[in-house]
């Protein structure tokens, strides 16, 4: 059987374009995985810079009206950023204060995580709670149900 040189070259050239296109479709997707990763963390930090801010600013109100330990200290505005830095500091310090509680365990954070929803529940009661048990006659506001928040109260009760 003779060998046929062309034939030869031509398959090693085939071999060599599959190398390099494997190559190429390799960085291709590898520089396509960075770009997504990056944009995910951009737009997680992004939202970690939003909760910050808000969080701040949920401090900064209630250290406006006194309902905070060290309100004197929070309640405070920079004269030159016109912004409540003492806050943002206070804040991003407790946040790292919880961020320590990763070194505790998965159980330790979980706990505390977990204890947050609990929270939640409490603080939407409380107003509710108040509302009935206030010993005040409630006046409503300008925008009310009527006689059909009694009927909707109960529908929603059984429902959940």
Known sequence: MELNRHHYVREKTDLNELIILTIES???????????????????????????????????????????????LLYRINHTTGTPVACVIFCAFIAMLFGLLTFAGPAAAGAVFTMGVVCIFITFSIPIAARHLGGREFVPGPFTLGKLVCKLKTYYFLKN
Request: glycine share 4%.
């Open 26 to 72: 390799g960085i291709w997707a590898l520089s396509m995985s960075y770009v997504c990763t990056s944009c995910a963390d951009t737009f997680y930090t992004n939202l970690q810079w939003i909760k910050l801010i808000t969080v701040s600013r949920q401090t900064f109100a209630f250290s406006r009206d006194g309902a905070l330990p060290f309100s004197k």
